[in-house]
Nanobody, 122 residues
Framework: QVQLVESGGGLVQAGDSLRLSCAAS????????MGWSRQAPGKEREFVAG???????YLAGPVKGRFTISRDNAKDTVYLQMNSLKPEESAVYYC????????????????WGQGNQVTVSS
């Protein structure tokens, strides 16, 4: 079992930056691929970013160039740095973990956090 706890969400204005953190516990963090997905009201959850155990990263098209995912294995934490935020990116952001990077990228991770609200005002 892996427990994931997100933090760092909140209310920002369009164009602002925000960094989300996800602290993991329960298993060897460095053995898990990690990722972030988001779900806006009335929409399906969508993949945002993923990072493999070897620090290979993959970002969804709409966030490339603005978002960065990183991990700190010494702190068992994964981060999502979000720059130039847009109002349409208001959503609940979820942290995810899975032994397989491909599974993370397809949004089918075995483990999920409780979600963290990000609201971007115009």
């Amino acid at each position: 079992q892996v427990q994931l706890v997100e933090s760092g969400g909140g209310l920002v204005q369009a164009g602002d930056s925000l960094r989300l953190s996800c602290a993991a516990s329960g298993q060897t963090f460095s053995s898990y691929a990690m990722g972030w997905s988001r779900q806006a009201p009335g929409k399906e959850r969508e993949f945002v970013a993923g990072i493999s155990i070897h620090n290979t990263t993959y970002l969804a098209g709409p966030v490339k160039g603005r978002f960065t995912i990183s991990r700190d294995n010494a702190k068992d934490t994964v981060y999502l740095q979000m720059n130039s935020l847009k109002p349409e990116e208001s959503a609940v952001y979820y942290c995810a973990a899975d032994p397989y990077f491909g599974t993370v990228m397809y949004g089918r991770s075995n483990y999920w956090g409780q979600g963290n609200q990000v609201t971007v005002s115009s």
